[in-house]
């Protein structure tokens, strides 16, 4: 079977969960999928919220600007086995030509939106990355990092 | 429709339903009709259900907030969860044209006070009448 491309090279083969975005619904399916993810690998209440509003800050992005596209979630581990969470949110859109000053916040091209977007995802999550190409699209790659007791 | 509920002069509407963006929206205009229905003096929005606030609910929250400010209402913002909280303020988001209340007593007192009750520029209600 040919390997499948969200976009970015991301293959949903190597993700627990993929979520499509396609219709405003989805947006909130997003959000509750991944809070029971979050909730079932043993995050705290607090981090499960952070990481619940971050994806619907992602998924919205993705509705808003480029229509479609996907959310993808995976189980991971950091350097002495610190259990985390990732999450990939692609598409195939228009891209971002101001990453930078997407990221300073107070920015947006979308009338409806505080323009924090972005930057409030980046301050929520432990680890994030961004990339964009105009006309090819935008990935995002966030991940929480479960607290040690 | 989310269920309201009047409370002397104040509207009361405890949120208990996920807010996807479509709710929110039509919570806005839903909230607009009934302040000018009831002639509320201010709607008490009990968020202590809700458990996630991102920016674009809280965006449309201070909207409406301004929208029902111009109507001569004042909005009161009640019972915010101690996680939503977090990551409202880690987020950076602002909600403006808002008061803040702990519970419902609080946002009660926070509704009828004379002056602003928190919120800049509004200009104190008239006296009130009792029936």
Redesign the interface.
Known sequence: MPRQDLGFGVDPESYDIVIHIRREQDIATARQVVKNFAQENGFSLADVTKVTTAVSELARNVYRYAGTGSVCLRRTTRDHGTPGLEIVAVDRGPGISDVARVLAGGFSTYERSLGIGLAGVRRLMDEFEIRSEPGAGTLVRVTKYRRSL | MVPTIRVSDCLLVPIQV?L???TVERLQQQLLREIEAERAQAVILDVSMV??????I???ISETASMARLMGCRTVLCGIR???A??LA?????LRNVAFARDLEHALILARRRGTGGVPGIAPPGPRVRG
């Open positions: 996920d996807d963006d479509a458990d996630v606030i991102d920016s674009y809280s965006y449309t101690p996680h939503v977090l990551t880690q987020m950076g988001v602002r």
